[in-house]
C-alpha cells in the first residue's frame, strides 16, 4: 500500500477567513480614502471661496478708497460739482450717452439711468440677484486734480479759457459744470504740452489760457446742458478726470452681485469703447450689501452707522440734486460692505438633518440693531449643504476726510 501523504496548503475554512479579513481592511481603507477625498475637495472649496473673497475685498478696497479724488475738493463749494447732474456722450462705437438711453447692461438693470457727481452711492437691492448696488466715482488725472474757474462768458463752440491750463493734457477727460449740471468733455489731442510735461519743447514755460476741446467724448450739446449754456451760467468750473487713452481712466463704476454668484463691474462711461457690457470680477458671491459711515458734525470723525434704506438716505434721494441731498453726500467719510460667499461644493449633511450651514448668517452684527442684516440661507436658491462664509470690510473714504 501507498502511504497518504499529508495534506498542505490552506483549508476552505482558512481561505474563507481570509478573504472576510482582507473585505473587511479594504472597506476600512476605502472608508478612510472616501474621508480622506471628501475633506480634501472640502478645504478646496473653502479655499476657492477664500481666494475668490480676497479679490472681491481687493476690488472693494480699491475701488472705493479712490472715491471722489479729483472732486471732493468741491464738497463745501456753493454750485460746486457735487450732486451735478451729469451729461455725457460716450465713444460712438458704443452709442451710449449719460443719461443712457436704454437700461443699464445686467445686474444693474434697475440702477436709474440718471446719475449725478458723487463719491459713493449705495443703492439697496438693486441688483438683479437683489443685492445692493454700489456706485463709486472718481477721478485719475494724478496731476493738478483741484477745480479751476472758467473765465466769465468764455466758453465757446469748441474750447474755454481757465487762468491757465497747467494741469491739463491731451485727451484728458474734464467735467465742466454750473448750478447743478456738468458736462463731460475732453481735451482735444492738439493742446500744447505744458512746460514739464511730456513732449513739451524745451522753451516752453507757461501754458496759455485757451484749452481746446476736441475728442471721442466731446460735444456741444448734453442731454440736460450745453457749453452755450454753461457758458450762459455764470460762474462755471472744470477740473479732469484721467486719461483714457494712456491707461489712467477715471473710476466711474457700478459694482453688484448677478447670475451664477457672480460679482459685477460696470464702467459707466465706457473707457474701453465697446459697447454696454458688465465685467465679471469674482465668483462665488451670494450677497453684497454695504452700509455707509457718517460725519454728523463736519469733525472728520465718523459719528454713526447709516443704512441706505433709510428715508432720506436711498439712492433716489441723494441723487435727486437737492442741497439737503449734496449735504449728506459729503458727510459720508466711510462705506462698510458685507459679503456672503458660497462654495461651488455640495456636501453631505453633518448627520441625517443637519446641513453644513446655519439657517441664517448675520452681516454687521456689531452695529445697532438697525443696520444688522440677516441672510436667510433657506430662502428659494440657496442650500445650506455648501459652505458659506462671511466678510466684512471697513473702507475710509480719504477724500473726502481731508475735506473735514
Not at 463736519?298 to 454713526?304: K, M, Q, S, V
Not at 453644513?356 to 428659494?380: E, K, R, Y
Request: net charge neutral; hydrophobic share 45%; glycine share 10%.
Amino acid at each position: 500500500m501507498t502511504a497518504s501523504r499529508r495534506s498542505r496548503g490552506f483549508s476552505l475554512i482558512e481561505l474563507m477567513v481570509g478573504v472576510a479579513i482582507g473585505l473587511v481592511l479594504t472597506l476600512a481603507i476605502f472608508q478612510v480614502l472616501v474621508t480622506s477625498e471628501g475633506r480634501k475637495r472640502s478645504l478646496t472649496g473653502v479655499n476657492d471661496v477664500s481666494q475668490s473673497g480676497a479679490y472681491s475685498v481687493y476690488v472693494l478696497d480699491r475701488v472705493l478708497r479712490s472715491a471722489g479724488t479729483g472732486f471732493a475738493q468741491g464738497l463745501n463749494r456753493q454750485n460746486g460739482p457735487i450732486g451735478c447732474r451729469i451729461s455725457a456722450r460716450l465713444p460712438v462705437a458704443t452709442g451710449e450717452t449719460l443719461p443712457r438711453t436704454n437700461a443699464f447692461p445686467a445686474p444693474f438693470t434697475a440702477v436709474p439711468r440718471e446719475q449725478r457727481l458723487a463719491p459713493v452711492v449705495i443703492f439697496p437691492g438693486a441688483s438683479d440677484a437683489g443685492s445692493d448696488v454700489i456706485m463709486v466715482m472718481s477721478g485719475a488725472s494724478g496731476y493738478g486734480e483741484v477745480l479751476s474757474d472758467v473765465q466769465a462768458a468764455s466758453i465757446g463752440a469748441a474750447d474755454l479759457r481757465l487762468a491757465n491750463t497747467i494741469g491739463y493734457r491731451a485727451n484728458d477727460l474734464l467735467m465742466i459744470g454750473s448750478n447743478g449740471e456738468c458736462l463731460l468733455s475732453q481735451v482735444s489731442a492738439a493742446k500744447t504740452p505744458c512746460a514739464g510735461q511730456i513732449g513739451a519743447a524745451t522753451a516752453t514755460t507757461v501754458c496759455g489760457p485757451l484749452l481746446p476741446l476736441a475728442g471721442a467724448y466731446f460735444t456741444s450739446t448734453g442731454t440736460h446742458t450745453s457749453l452755450a449754456a454753461l457758458n450762459a451760467s455764470d460762474p462755471a468750473f472744470t477740473f479732469t478726470l484721467g486719461n483714457p487713452t494712456n491707461g489712467n481712466p477715471p473710476e466711474f463704476t457700478l459694482l453688484g452681485v448677478g447670475a451664477n454668484s457672480t460679482l459685477f463691474r460696470h464702467d459707466l462711461l465706457l473707457t474701453n469703447g465697446a459697447p454696454p457690457a458688465s465685467e465679471p470680477v469674482s465668483e462665488g458671491v451670494r450677497v453684497l450689501r454695504a452700509v455707509y459711515g457718517i460725519d454728523t458734525n463736519a469733525d472728520g470723525i465718523l459719528d454713526a452707522w447709516q443704512s441706505p434704506g433709510a428715508v432720506g438716505w436711498d439712492g433716489a434721494t441723494l441723487m435727486n440734486g437737492s442741497a439737503l441731498s449734496n449735504q449728506r453726500l459729503g458727510q459720508i467719510v466711510a462705506v462698510r460692505v458685507g459679503l456672503v460667499l458660497r462654495s461651488a461644493l455640495i456636501e453631505k449633511e453633518v448627520q441625517p438633518g443637519v446641513p453644513v450651514a446655519p439657517a441664517n448668517l448675520t452681516l454687521f452684527g456689531d452695529l445697532p440693531a438697525a443696520n444688522q442684516i440677516t441672510v436667510d440661507l433657506n430662502a428659494a436658491g440657496e442650500n445650506r449643504n455648501q459652505r458659506h462664509r462671511v466678510i466684512e470690510l471697513t473702507v475710509p473714504l480719504r477724500n473726502i476726510l481731508m475735506q473735514s
